[in-house]
Nanobody
Framework: QVQLVESGGGVAQPGGSLRLSCAAS????????MSWARQALGKGLEWVSG????????YYADSVKGRFTITRDDSKKAVYLQMDRLQTEDTAVYYC????????WGQGTQVTVSA
């Protein structure tokens, strides 16, 4: 069955960086676009970034554009989110999934940005 396992979260200071990883299994990873979404405490799910199945194009929410970079490694069945110049507003649980027709969600990884 499909499994998505996010990791790499933690505590960072404003202006700092973190790199999230998502390990995927149970499906043909290279055939699917992938995305990252986040959910802050008490708020709804917010889409953050997406990448085409062949990696040819990437998309970002306005709130993270220029600060976050999404990449993928099909040989490792993994998608990554490099987060730079972190802001307190980036504090949330981060999840990976495909952009639509979601698979079962993983446990997510907590990112906390605090001075």
């Amino acid at each position: 069955q499909v499994q998505l396992v996010e990791s790499g979260g933690g505590v960072a200071q404003p202006g700092g960086s973190l790199r999230l990883s998502c390990a995927a299994s149970g499906f043909t990873f290279s055939r699917h676009a992938m995305s990252w979404a986040r959910q802050a405490l008490g708020k709804g799910l917010e889409w953050v970034s997406g990448i085409y199945s062949d990696g040819s194009d990437t998309y970002y929410a306005d709130s993270v554009k220029g600060r976050f970079t999404i990449t993928r490694d099909d040989s490792k069945k993994a998608v990554y989110l490099q987060m730079d110049r972190l802001q307190t507003e980036d504090t949330a649980v981060y999840y990976c999934n495909r952009p639509h027709s979601w698979w079962p969600w993983g446990q997510g990884t907590q990112v906390t940005v605090s001075a």
